[in-house]
């Protein structure tokens, strides 16, 4: 009797996490082990590697802000595939050198057409499911994004170190996997009756307020917090450190496992214990996390920094999706994630230029981590602000 209504949440998940590796563990994450390749070869320089990075964080931006209007538009399936063939032609086109103008607009679009499989793929895919089921999909759905940051960490200094344009060139065929995988996926009979809504969602608008409006100014720092690690990780390894590109893409392996056993151990955590104090706690660990290397720098500090850092990055946000679910119900989610999505990559976008201008500045690396650690201090603060649920005749 229970089999039929528990089958589908598998390949829904699967097909989630697809998306996600597709869109931020390959899409976003792999420059960040890409990065002390461009510049050894000297695709680029160490400011002109930062601000193609910062390009992304850019591109994200405006995805995020376009998303819930061109899947109202257009349809969430239709932009779904369009942004994972988007990502696919952007990994491409970046094997070949044409100079920073070049990589700048590819990584640009890989930024918008990541920020629209986060903001769309995961509720589309979600709206198939029963709630007892969507708890341990969302889990799955976005260790995704820690799956790709493995992949891109084996990946990227083993064929970087014969060619470069082989590493890009590898990390393309794997997505075009991943996409051709999932593609099927979104034909599903579901879509059309327990997903119709996520389809074609409805419109509205969202003033956030009371405990969501503090939700959103807490992830937002999120997004400044993590930058550290998600832009100058192997960077700081390599260069800063003076460890081999092989060791700073071993650590980037320990950040995916983190970042792929995160979400699923953050979702059980938030199981027991409620949404809420989860994304505080995660909050709180993560700013201990990020500070790390500025007390110590032995083996087993950054390693723990690399896993910690790692696992609470997309656990983040599949908590606080969980916790917007709590707070606006399952009608209000898309368009108040799509919300706070818009409202992080203000940020991280912002934070990113900041502090690719900082390091071409100073070559400096103290300052990103101090500017990081205090972001997410501030973050557990506002977190903590509030009751525990939304108020009646809240936004969503």
């Known amino acids: 009797m229970n089999k039929p209504a528990s089958s589908p949440w598998l390949p829904a998940a699967a097909a989630g996490l697809c998306a996600l590796l597709i869109g931020i563990g390959l899409g976003r994450f792999s420059y960040v082990a890409l990065l002390p390749l461009m510049i050894d070869a000297h695709w680029a320089s160490p400011g002109g590697a930062a601000q193609i990075a910062a390009a992304n964080l850019i591109g994200y931006l405006l995805g995020a802000l376009i998303a819930h209007r061109l899947a109202i538009k257009a349809g969430t399936v239709r932009v779904v595939r369009i942004a994972m063939v988007a990502i696919l032609l952007s990994f491409a086109a970046c094997g070949i050198d044409l100079g920073l103008a070049w990589f700048w607009g590819w990584r640009f679009i890989a930024g918008v057409s990541g920020a629209l499989l986060m903001i769309l793929a995961a509720p589309c895919l979600l709206g198939q499911l029963p709630v007892a089921q969507r708890g341990k999909a969302a889990g799955i759905m976005f260790s995704g994004v820690g799956w790709g940051v493995v992949l891109s960490g084996f990946a990227a200094p083993a064929f970087g170190a014969v060619q470069l344009s082989l590493a890009w060139f590898a990390l393309a065929a794997m997505i075009g996997l991943c996409a051709l995988w999932s593609w099927p996926q979104y034909d599903k009979p579901q879509m059309e009756t327990h997903g119709q809504s996520h389809a074609r969602p409805a419109q509205g608008r969202i003033l956030p307020r009371g405990v969501l409006l503090a939700l959103l100014v807490a992830y937002s720092l999120d997004a400044v917090g993590y930058l550290p690690h998600t832009v100058f990780w192997v960077e700081y390894l390599v260069h800063g450190l003076g460890k081999p590109v092989s060791a700073g893409g071993a650590y980037w392996v320990v950040f995916g496992l983190g970042a792929a056993l995160g979400p699923p151990v953050c979702g059980l955590v938030a199981d027991r214990i409620g949404f809420r104090k989860t994304v505080i706690g995660c909050l709180a660990i993560k700013g201990a996390a990020v500070a790390l290397p500025l007390l110590s720098t032995t083996t087993v500090a950054l390693l723990a920094?690399?896993?910690?850092?790692?696992?609470?990055?997309?656990?983040?946000?599949?908590?606080?999706?969980?916790?917007?679910?709590e707070i606006a119900g399952p009608g209000g989610h898309q368009r108040n994630w799509a919300l706070l999505t818009f409202s992080y990559s203000v940020l991280q976008a912002a934070g990113g230029h900041a502090m690719a201008t900082l390091y071409a500045t100073t070559h400096s690396f103290t300052m990103l981590f101090v500017i990081g650690a205090s972001a997410l201090g501030i973050a557990t603060i506002v977190a903590s602000l509030g009751a525990t649920t939304q108020k009646s005749g809240a936004p969503g």
């Open 305 to 325: 920094s690399s896993l910690l850092v790692g696992a609470l990055s997309p656990g983040m946000g599949a908590v606080v999706s969980g916790r917007v679910i």
